[in-house]
């Protein structure tokens, strides 16, 4: 009993699988291969070179990353010393200030203590007025 035999590629999706592996295997897989033989065959130097370079460019990364942290600690110190100044300054304008509150205070009291003497004096003045005009009223009528 003879089998009738079956075409290898028929008209059905299991043909057209067998047909793309075959292609892939007889054509794809092998000039895959060639293109990463001559790839890894090519001038090594270059990629060396730019390997050597990525590293350099690491390390320069590094060394400007830690310029950035010393960067960032002198303006936090630096911010730390302004405002530890400004701290000061405001202490002494305060202080200033109170000291220029309380020599104003003692100068209202001295022109205070001046306009009493002042009273006093006009008073003093009025008062000696009026025992002149009464020692002229009392010569007077004695001279009667």
Do not use: C
Request: hydrophobic share 45%; glycine share 6%; no cysteine.
């Amino acid at each position: 009993m003879i089998q009738a035999q079956q075409p290898l590629f028929t008209n059905d999706p299991v043909g057209f699988i067998k047909i793309v592996s075959l292609l892939v295997g007889t054509v794809l897989l092998p000039l895959a291969g060639l293109v990463v033989y001559f790839l890894k065959r090519g001038d090594a130097s270059a990629l060396n070179a730019f390997e050597k370079d990525l590293n350099g460019l690491g390390s320069r990364v590094k060394a400007v990353e830690i310029e950035q942290g010393k960067l960032a600690e002198q303006m936090v110190s630096i911010s730390r010393a302004m405002s530890a100044d400004h701290e000061a300054v405001l202490g002494a304008i305060q202080r200033a200030s109170e000291q220029q509150m309380r020599a104003t205070h003692e100068v209202e009291v001295q022109v205070a203590r001046l306009d009493e003497r002042n009273n006093i004096g006009d008073a003093l003045a009025k008062f000696a007025t009026s025992i002149e005009r009464l020692v002229e009223l009392v010569v007077t009528r004695g001279d009667r």
